[in-house]
């Protein structure tokens, strides 16, 4: 392959970091050297599929997993051995939302929690309760995944942390309240600065946020890259080919998808279009086109992908 897929972002400051994150449950690999680098400012997708190791490296963020190797960082704090300043510069939202404060009511619940935060936003926070229809006199064990998963949008958000990190923070929300929720993030993230980094499968979702990705199966990070990358060096191309054509060998390994119709074939491809072309050209086939992925598209073509690049 001419063009490896970038693993490693350099030259900018980062908000979060990770350095060959190693981490196994008995025999399971969760984490096999794992380093995400998150600018400061940046929204920052990781996608995967179930059992990639997306929970347990945001978990690794906050000291809630300790990794058997490798370091982490958030804002520059090391989260194992300084985990109350890596979880006060952070506003999460967990995967799974039963952690044991089923009892609680849920204006007590966001009560015990503004105390731990001195930048806690009472005006935001009610805001944000009002228009995510929070009920504060609801036990917690009683909402449904939606109604929690709001309340603890409004846990992450209403001290503003320098980062965020959301685990899959849109599972679970009706179409209106997807749609409110993520333009309340957009907001957030125009209003204060922050860097975010959420997990989700609904890649979709928040497309138009995203402008870097992260790419992880089988516990490794296989793709890292600016969302600007990838539109530029991911393309679907599309070209005529002769008769029996052979292939192209020269471009082994960043053919990410192949489909064929007739003598058009239509291959996904990574590296400089330009140099793909050329490739193409010189195993005889006729470009036609060459079009830029949706980041849905994209991750669906990254995750199907069954060789690690
Ligand atoms: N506490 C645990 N004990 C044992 N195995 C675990 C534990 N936590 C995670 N794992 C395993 O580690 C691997 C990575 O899990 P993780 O939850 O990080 O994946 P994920 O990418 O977040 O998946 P999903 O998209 O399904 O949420 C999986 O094989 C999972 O079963």
Same mark, same amino acid.
């Given at each position: 392959m001419s063009t490896p897929l970038p693993t490693r972002l350099d030259g900018v400051p980062l908000a979060v970091r990770t350095q060959n994150l190693t981490k196994r449950f008995g025999r399971q690999t969760? +984490? *096999?050297d794992v380093s995400l680098q998150v600018p400061e400012g940046a929204v920052y997708v990781l996608i995967g599929p179930n059992g990639a190791g997306k929970s347990t490296t945001l978990k690794v963020l906050l000291d809630l997993v300790r990794a058997d190797s490798g370091t982490a960082e958030v804002c520059g704090v090391d989260p194992r051995t300084r985990g109350p300043e890596a979880r006060a510069q952070t506003g999460y939202v967990p995967? =799974? +939302?039963?952690? /044991?404060? /089923?009892?609680?009511r849920v204006g007590r619940l966001l009560e015990h929690h503004a105390a731990?935060?001195?930048?806690? *936003?009472r005006e935001y926070a009610a805001r944000l309760g009002r228009i995510f229809g929070i009920?504060?006199?609801?036990r917690m064990g009683t909402l449904s995944k939606g109604q929690s998963r709001r309340v603890h949008l409004i846990m992450a958000l209403?001290? =503003?942390?320098p980062v965020l990190v959301l685990d899959e923070?849109? *599972? /679970? +929300?009706?179409p209106v309240m997807l749609d409110e929720a993520l333009g309340l993030l957009a907001e957030h993230v125009a209003d204060t600065p922050t860097t975010v980094l959420v997990s989700t499968h609904q890649v979709h979702d928040v497309e138009r946020l995203a402008d870097h990705v992260g790419v992880m199966r089988d516990g490794r990070l296989v793709l890292q890259a600016p969302r600007d990358v990838l539109h530029r060096d991911l393309r679907r191309y599309r070209a005529e080919v002769p008769e029996g054509w052979a292939g192209a060998p020269e471009l082994n390994g960043a053919v990410l998808r192949r489909g064929a119709l007739g003598r058009e074939i239509q291959w996904t491809i990574w590296g400089g279009e330009r140099d793909v072309a050329q490739r193409l050209a010189r195993a005889g086939a006729v470009v036609r086109d060459a079009a830029p992925l949706t980041l849905q598209e994209a991750a669906i073509t990254l995750l199907s992908r069954k060789d690690q690049p």
């Open positions: 969760a +984490l *096999d995967e =799974r +939302l039963d952690w /044991g404060y /089923g009892w609680m731990y935060f001195p930048a806690w *936003d009920e504060p006199e609801r209403a001290h =503003r942390p923070p849109t *599972d /679970g +929300l009706d």
